[in-house]
Every structure is written in C-alpha cells, then in structure tokens.
Antibody
C-alpha cells in the first residue's frame, strides 16, 4: 500500500524557518517524481515545487522560489521541503505527493499544517 | 504562467443529476490536464489524468474530455459521496497550476 506521511509542521514566527518531511512507503520512491502543494485555510490548491527521481532537477512556483528548497533522500525514502523567511501568507496545509508520468499527483499525504504568526 | 479558469465556481445539484465542470487554460496545454476531488479536511484525490484517462479505482460515472485549452469533467449520475470540491491542474509547463476549484453542493 502506498503511503505518504508528512511531518514537521507547526507554529513559527514570521521570518523563521521550518523543514517539512514526507516519509514514503509502498512504492519505489527512488524512481518517482515528487511534489509539494499547499492550501491556505478556506482557499484552493497551490502547486509549489517538484523534484525528479534522483534530485537533479527541481522547479518552484514564483511565490516560494528563493525561500523554499525541495530535496530528497532516496536512501531514507524521504522528501523534504526546507522553508525559510516564512511569511504570514505561507500559513497553509502542506501536502506532499507522488507524480505519475502524466505530471498528475496520484498519491498524496494527509497534509501538515504550518502556521506563521507572532 | 498558465492560468487555469474553472466554471462554475459552485453548482447545486441533486443525487442522480448529471454535472459538468469546465476548465479553460490560458494557452495550449495539449492533454496535460488532471482533475481532482477534495473533501473538507482531506487530501485531494486524482480522478482523471491526461485529460480523459480514469485513475484506477475511480467510478466510471466520472469522465473527462478536451484538449488544447478547453476541458470538461462530467459526473454522469451524481452520488451522495460526490458532493465535494473539484480542481483541474495543468502539467504542461512549469509552474504547474490549479484552477480555483468548483464546489458541488446539494440542492
């Protein structure tokens, strides 16, 4: 069974940092592209970033480029999102997901809530 | 960036109704289009990818069509578990983008 479990969310002050983790199981993680998507309270889905299977290629939405970094450790079957210079508008539930070869998210984690507030 | 515009933003329907949601891309995305269903407090669920391919395990009352800039998600006969919010997403070019969502509500 495919499982994606996010962790690392919580309350952080504006300007602070947080690292999210996404532990994967039930599939060949090292062969899969992955992505992060977020959803602010009561709002829609926003795509943030993707990483290819070996971590050599990454892309970002304009809203997080230069502040967020996606990475992966294939030996640990874990995806990461390092978030720096956090702002109030980064408050959201953050989802990790596996991408199929049609650039669609076929499996998703349960989400982890990040709250940026003083 | 490619803008994805869904319509309507919300629709009220009854069990058994046929519901159609449209998604328009601001430029040609070929068939790089996915549809998701999301229930409150839950992660999105993939319904359709490559514009018209049904994800494994998704009921056949869901169907997708379109290519280029205009796409449609149809629910053939609405069931109680289908009342949710639906999103389209383009995977043609980075940054990938979602539509704003369509909420299917009980009439």
């Amino acid at each position: 069974e495919v499982q994606l479990v996010e962790s690392g969310g919580g309350l952080v002050q504006p300007g602070g940092s947080l690292r999210l983790s996404c532990a994967a199981s039930g599939f060949t993680f090292s062969g899969s592209w992955m992505h992060w998507v977020r959803q602010a309270p009561g709002k829609g889905l926003v795509w943030l970033s993707h990483i290819n299977s070996d971590g050599s290629s990454t892309t970002y939405a304009d809203s997080v480029r230069g502040r967020f970094t996606i990475s992966r450790d294939n030996a640990k079957n874990t995806l990461y999102l390092q978030m720096n210079s956090l702002r109030a508008e980064d408050t959201a539930v953050y989802y990790c997901g596996r991408l199929n070869r049609h650039n669609s998210g076929d499996y998703w984690g349960q989400g982890t809530l990040v709250t940026v507030s003083s | 960036d490619i803008q994805m515009t869904q319509s309507p933003s919300s629709v009220s329907a009854s069990v058994g109704d046929r519901v159609t949601i449209t998604c328009r891309a601001s430029q040609d995305i070929s068939r790089w289009l996915a549809w998701y269903q999301q229930n409150p407090g839950k992660a999105p669920k993939l319904l359709i990818y490559a514009a018209s391919t049904l994800q494994s395990g998704v009921p056949s009352r869901f169907s997708g069509s379109g290519s280029g800039t205009d796409f449609t998600l149809t629910i053939g006969s609405l069931q109680p578990e289908d009342f949710a919010t639906y999103y389209c997403q383009q995977g043609n070019s980075f940054p990938w983008t979602f539509g704003q969502g369509t909420k299917v509500e009980i009439k």
